[in-house]
């Protein structure tokens, strides 16, 4: 894929949201499966942490991504 310019902020607010939602999907359905053995609270606090983790790479790396097509229809 192609290089892109610097993001602005509202794309990267919602690459954050995009992320921290797969996330926090990802965590409840593990949760869900292992009949609500983890703390919601730790769930969603590691869902934040990892969506800021993955905005910044991801910002970072600055070339475009089937994400980036998902992030503009928003």
Request: no cysteine; hydrophobic share 50%; proline share 1%.
């Amino acid at each position: 894929m192609k290089r892109t310019k610097n993001h602005s902020l509202k794309r990267i607010i919602l690459l954050f949201l995009v992320y921290t939602f797969t996330f926090i999907t990802v965590f409840f359905f593990i949760d869900f499966y292992d009949f609500y053995i983890i703390n919601p609270y730790f769930l969603v606090l590691l869902s934040v942490v990892l969506g800021v983790v993955a905005t910044y790479i991801h910002s970072r790396n600055g070339k475009r991504s089937k994400l980036d097509n998902i992030v503009d229809k928003l």
